[in-house]
Structures are given as structure tokens and as C-alpha cells.
């Protein structure tokens, strides 16, 4: 995968400042130190996307996220972050995720002449209701078809509701079939959230059912070739997965502050809901893919 080059200012800039361009007085107060001590142990502090406040256990066991958020940069104008850690030779790769919410007309080539490097596209969801019937997203062809003919790396998400592990293997095996005639090269991921506004049929799922379909799902995945994913929240994280037995999964992270908040390892970084891309006429989800790279010795 092609990665973002550095252009030269920047790269002088982030020489001077030992590796890194230091961000703004705010972004540091809102990204500021959220793990502290307690005589059970070391806790973590998040807070939803509603501002309520949780705290949660840290696992010891789980692979800490390393990323270094002083290499973090927005652009006022169009809100884009960027992430470029010449140091430790990790950067990251713009991105998009769309549903039939975005609507039927994506000029794709616009998409991608707006700097956008990847896309992940929502391929369908079990309904939540009681029948739980696998449907297809109704704008999932044209997304596909139109954003690989425009040169964007392609990954897909289903919205899970199983409520078995045979549920889970099911909804894989939909998703493998429908993304077999396409050039899949970014991750297949599964996507499980809490339905706020009504009841669910995994309502009653447990914290270990929800994990195991996790696994069963990404490893039916995987077997097939490609490469899994687990769409989650801090909350879910927290409180729905146990992260303890998923260490061995990449992870893509929805997080709508100004600096993420997990204290775990991930691969894409959801930041926003409300971004605006040319060719799209709504709003969408803007998300960094990071790529860790070979640590510049120079720096050192």
C-alpha cells in the first residue's frame, strides 16, 4: 500500500521538535493522562459520546497502544487529521466509510482527488429485530464497483446481530460471498454496537457470547484469506468485549474526541461522523488506517 510522502517543510519541522510537531494548547488538555493507580490496580478514565464518564480496569494482557499523538495534526479547513511519526516510522492513511446513508451519487473519482486513500463499505447487517434476516446494503454494488474503479483500497463491514456462534459463521459466510468477485484490500470487518434507541435480539447476549462471535467471525474470515477486523467503542471494549481474549485481533476504533482515548492497540481510528468529502453529498465517517513502518535509527 502506497503510503503518504512527507514533504519537506514538514519533515524539517518535525527534525527541530525531536520527531513530532507538538499540537495545540487544546488538543493536549483533551488528549491529557487518563490511566492512574487505585489499590486495585491501574484504571483507565473514558468518557462516551454523550460526555458521561466510565472507568474501567486496565488489562495488563492486552497490547498497549503506542501511537504518539504529539505527531497529530488537523487542518482547519477541512478538519482532515493526518498522523506522520517520522521517529518510529509510523503514519497514516486517509479514509472513508460509507453506507446507503451517504446516498446514491458518490462521484468516487472526485473522492479519491480530494486525498482520500481508502474506503471501508458497509456490505449489509442482520436486522436486530426478531426475525434477523441478512440483508444487503442497497448501495453496496455501486460503492464497491465505483470506488475499486477508482483506485481506492476497498475493505467492507457488517453490522453483526448474531445471538449463536452459528449466527456468527453465517453472517461470514453472507459477506465472503458477496465480496468474492471483487479485490478486496483492506480489512473485512465485524461490527457489533449497542441499539440505544430500541430493543435488540442480542440484548440478552452475554460478554463472553459477544467476544466468541468476535473470534468465530474473524476466524471464519481469515480461513478464506482475507484479512478481519473488530469495529468497537471504548465502551464496548470496556465493558461488552473481553479484550483479554481478542488480543490477537486488529481492531478498528471509534472515538469522536479530539485525541483518542483506548489505551489498547488498534488499527483505524474513527475521529469523526460529520466530515465532508468531495463527490459525497452527506456527511461521512473519516477514519486514519496507521502504518507502522522500519524506526528511522537517524533519529536516534
Same mark, same amino acid.
Given at each position: 500500500?502506497?503510503?503518504?510522502?512527507?514533504?519537506?517543510?514538514?519533515?524539517?519541522?518535525?527534525?527541530?521538535?525531536?520527531?513530532?510537531? !507538538?499540537?495545540?494548547?487544546?488538543?493536549?488538555?483533551?488528549?491529557?493522562?487518563? /490511566?492512574?493507580?487505585?489499590?486495585?490496580?491501574?484504571?483507565?478514565?473514558?468518557?462516551?459520546?454523550?460526555?458521561?464518564?466510565?472507568?474501567?480496569?486496565?488489562?495488563?494482557? !492486552?497490547?498497549?497502544?503506542?501511537?504518539?499523538?504529539?505527531?497529530?495534526?488537523?487542518?482547519?479547513?477541512?478538519?482532515?487529521?493526518?498522523?506522520?511519526?517520522?521517529?518510529?516510522?509510523?503514519?497514516?492513511?486517509?479514509? /472513508?466509510?460509507?453506507?446507503?446513508?451517504?446516498?446514491?451519487?458518490?462521484?468516487?473519482?472526485?473522492?479519491?482527488?480530494?486525498?482520500?486513500?481508502? !474506503?471501508?463499505?458497509?456490505?449489509?447487517?442482520?436486522?436486530?429485530?426478531?426475525?434477523?434476516?441478512?440483508?444487503?446494503?442497497?448501495?453496496?454494488?455501486?460503492?464497491?464497483?465505483?470506488?475499486?474503479?477508482?483506485?481506492?483500497?476497498?475493505?467492507?463491514?457488517?453490522?453483526?446481530?448474531?445471538?449463536?456462534?452459528?449466527?456468527? !459463521?453465517?453472517?461470514?459466510?453472507?459477506?465472503?460471498?458477496?465480496?468474492?468477485?471483487?479485490?478486496?484490500?483492506?480489512?473485512?470487518?465485524?461490527?457489533?454496537?449497542?441499539?440505544?434507541?430500541?430493543?435488540?435480539?442480542?440484548?440478552?447476549?452475554?460478554?463472553?457470547?459477544?467476544?466468541?462471535?468476535?473470534?468465530?467471525?474473524?476466524?471464519?474470515?481469515?480461513?478464506?484469506?482475507?484479512?478481519?477486523?473488530?469495529?468497537?467503542?471504548?465502551?464496548?471494549?470496556?465493558?461488552?468485549?473481553?479484550?483479554?481474549?481478542?488480543?490477537?485481533?486488529?481492531?478498528?476504533?471509534?472515538? #469522536?474526541?479530539?485525541?483518542?482515548?483506548?489505551?489498547?492497540?488498534?488499527?483505524?481510528?474513527? #475521529?469523526?461522523?460529520?466530515?465532508?468529502?468531495?463527490?459525497?453529498?452527506?456527511?461521512?465517517?473519516?477514519?486514519?488506517?496507521?502504518?507502522?513502518?522500519?524506526?528511522?535509527?537517524?533519529?536516534?
Amino acid at each position: 500500500m502506497n503510503k503518504r510522502k512527507l514533504c519537506p517543510a514538514f519533515l524539517a519541522l518535525t527534525l527541530l521538535l525531536g520527531g513530532c510537531a !507538538v499540537r495545540d494548547e487544546t488538543a493536549m488538555a483533551e488528549g491529557g493522562e487518563n /490511566i492512574h493507580m487505585t489499590d486495585a490496580g491501574e484504571v483507565y478514565t473514558f468518557q462516551d459520546v454523550e460526555g458521561n464518564e466510565y472507568e474501567a480496569p486496565l488489562l495488563e494482557n !492486552v497490547p498497549q497502544c503506542t501511537y504518539d499523538f504529539d505527531c497529530l495534526q488537523t487542518d482547519e479547513t477541512t478538519g482532515y487529521k493526518s498522523y506522520h511519526d517520522v521517529e518510529n516510522g509510523v503514519t497514516a492513511r486517509m479514509g /472513508i466509510d460509507v453506507s446507503e446513508f451517504q446516498g446514491e451519487e458518490i462521484d468516487w473519482k472526485q473522492v479519491r482527488e480530494s486525498g482520500v486513500e481508502f !474506503v471501508i463499505i458497509r456490505l449489509g447487517y442482520r436486522a436486530y429485530g426478531a426475525t434477523g434476516e441478512l440483508v444487503l446494503d442497497a448501495m453496496y454494488e455501486n460503492n464497491i464497483k465505483g470506488a475499486i474503479d477508482a483506485g481506492l483500497d476497498v475493505g467492507v463491514y457488517f453490522f453483526s446481530q448474531a445471538v449463536s456462534a452459528a449466527e456468527a !459463521v453465517e453472517e461470514a459466510e453472507f459477506v465472503l460471498d458477496q465480496i468474492k468477485p471483487y479485490k478486496i484490500t483492506g480489512p473485512v470487518v465485524y461490527d457489533t454496537e449497542e441499539i440505544k434507541w430500541d430493543t435488540a435480539r442480542t440484548d440478552n447476549n452475554t460478554k463472553q457470547e459477544f467476544t466468541n462471535y468476535c473470534k468465530v467471525f474473524c476466524d471464519t474470515v481469515e480461513a478464506a484469506g482475507y484479512d478481519p477486523m473488530i469495529y468497537s467503542n471504548m465502551k464496548w471494549m470496556a465493558f461488552t468485549l473481553d479484550m483479554s481474549e481478542l488480543s490477537g485481533y486488529d481492531f478498528w476504533y471509534a472515538d #469522536y474526541h479530539e485525541i483518542p482515548q483506548c489505551p489498547y492497540d488498534y488499527q483505524i481510528w474513527q #475521529y469523526s461522523e460529520s466530515g465532508s468529502v468531495p463527490g459525497i453529498n452527506a456527511n461521512v465517517d473519516l477514519n486514519l488506517w496507521f502504518q507502522k513502518g522500519e524506526k528511522n535509527d537517524e533519529m536516534e
